[in-house]
């Protein structure tokens, strides 16, 4: 089992930053890949960003430039930077793992830009 706790959620005005970060715990020598999706009101989740193993990032169209996802195996984190925040982006984020197995969800940060 995986367990993530996520914190650095919060209320921003457009342009500004934040830093989500994920923690995860118990069976980390599992996860392969790392990741965040985003639920906005009355939609559904959609992908955010990944980072594999390797290091190799990948990101959905509307934040590449703008968002950047790293991981510290070490630590056992992924954080999310994300800069030149619009209110587009104000949604519930969650954090995700996977291992060959199975994907494991973080419990949401929220996320509020305000124009």
């Known amino acids: 089992q995986v367990r993530l706790v996520e914190s650095g959620g919060g209320l921003v005005q457009a342009g500004g930053s934040l830093r989500l970060s994920c923690a995860a715990s118990?069976?980390?020598?599992?996860?392969?890949?790392m990741g965040w999706y985003r639920q906005a009101p009355g939609k559904q989740r959609e992908y955010v960003a990944s980072?594999?193993?390797?290091?190799?990032?990948n990101y959905v169209d509307s934040v590449k430039g703008r968002f950047t996802i790293s991981r510290d195996d070490a630590e056992n984190t992924v954080s999310l930077q994300m800069n030149s925040l619009k209110p587009e982006d104000t949604a519930v984020y969650y954090c995700?793992?996977?291992?060959?197995?199975?994907?494991?969800w973080g419990q949401g940060t929220q996320v509020t830009v305000s124009s």
């Open positions: 995700y793992v996977n291992t060959e197995f199975r994907y494991y």
């Open positions: 118990g069976s980390t020598f599992s996860i392969i890949g």
């Open positions: 980072i594999t193993s390797g290091g190799s990032a």
